[in-house]
């Protein structure tokens, strides 16, 4: 007879009602615009499923993933052509593949436009380039031939710098508005989660957030409404004692200058917490109570001093702090890289 394996002992509780909250501020702040949602990296490793039907339900109706690898878990919630792939179809393979199942490809370059010609030239995004130079085609190429060819829905640029107060701003701004009457484009669309912040000039018809719906607080601006979403827990293991000169972990870096009690707690680099959080005063928490953090962090594992909460018991939850701002700082990981690398250990 089969036995189902036992619970986790790592899991990620999402607040669902933070989400949707976060896209509907999103939205409203985005003014006579809409807010898409970037919905990439399985949502920035907060689970498709789980957020993109509070993100629809929401109202979000644009969505983004990065890969071709993405889409199929997408398009089991919303319909394929509110689905837009930015890295567009390199390969007849992936424009084929876009034509099948009638998500949108954001065209990046002449031999992608080519490509998408040459397998029927569908509905597509474009994306210029006005200054990050990563993805998109160069301002001055947007009147070339293959360009002209193409039926864009959404005319779309990246910002650098939008979490700055930098004059790469305003400059992406204008370069993108040079370009907005050169393409017989539906919509156009800058904006991230930063760029919604940096106020309504960058917003146009379209909006793409990404970090601030799952609690991410790139401008100042947004810190008074966007709610925290993720919220890790990890079990506790082992409670022990720990004697005077005793070390703990690899390479011994915490010493007990007296006896004291400790828990090792199921929690490592394998699930995304790195040994950036260790060394540092950082802390786990139980009911609101600081449990420093004792030693490097292992792959599976970190030790904390329970002496704040002597009535722990093995299988007890701790909390990992991470609203997203103090964690980065606390870290040293950006607020992407904190959601990012949560590892599939948790349970979601």
């Known amino acids: 007879m089969a036995i189902a394996p036992p619970t986790p002992t790592l899991r990620l509780d999402i607040d669902h009602e933070a989400l949707a909250a976060n896209w509907r501020k999103l939205d409203r702040l985005s003014g006579g615009a809409r807010a898409g949602a970037a919905v990439k990296a399985d949502c920035y490793g907060l ?41 567009g179809p390199n390969t007849a393979e992936e424009a084929a593949y876009a034509i099948a199942t009638g998500v949108r490809p954001v065209i990046n370059s002449l031999h992608q436009a080519k490509v998408w010609k040459e397998a029927g030239n569908g509905v597509c995004q474009l994306m210029v380039d006005t200054g990050i130079h990563r993805l998109g085609i160069r301002p001055e190429d947007v009147g070339n031939p293959a360009i002209a ?77 966007i709610r925290q979403v993720a919220f890790p827990k990890a079990a506790l293991i082992q409670l022990a004692s720990l004697r005077a000169g005793e070390s703990v972990g690899y390479n011994g870096e915490f010493t007990a200058t007296a006896d004291m009690q400790v828990g090792t707690v199921s929690l490592g680099y394998a699930d995304g917490f790195l040994r950036s959080w260790g060394g540092k005063g950082n802390t786990l928490r139980h009911e609101g109570r600081a449990l420093a953090i004792l030693g490097k962090v292992s792959m599976d594992m970190v030790v904390v001093d329970v002496s704040a909460a002597p009535e722990l018991e093995v299988g007890d939850w701790l909390d990992v702090p991470y609203h997203l701002p103090e964690a980065s700082h606390a870290s040293g990981l950006s607020q992407y890289e904190l959601l990012t690398v949560l590892g599939q250990r948790f349970l979601r």
């Not at 919303?78 to 837009?84: I, T």
């Not at 701003?169 to 539906?186: D, E, H, I, Y």
């Not at 760029?195 to 379209?206: P, Q, T, V």
């Open 47 to 87: 689970g498709v499923d789980t957020c993109v039907p509070v993100l629809r339900d929401a109202g979000a109706r644009d969505f983004f993933v990065a890969h071709w690898s993405e889409v199929e878990p997408v398009l089991k919630h919303v319909p394929a052509e509110q689905l837009s792939v930015l890295h």
């Open 149 to 225: 060819a193409l039926d864009v829905d959404v005319l779309m640029s990246h910002l650098s710098s939008a979490d700055e107060d930098v004059a790469a701003n305003s400059n992406q701004l204008s370069s993108f508005k040079s370009v907005l009457g050169q393409v017989a484009a539906r919509k156009a669309s800058l904006a991230n989660s930063a760029g919604i912040g940096l106020g309504s000039d960058f917003a146009f018809d379209l909006t793409r957030p990404g970090l601030a719906l799952y609690g991410g607080i790139p401008r100042p601006e947004l810190a008074n409404d």
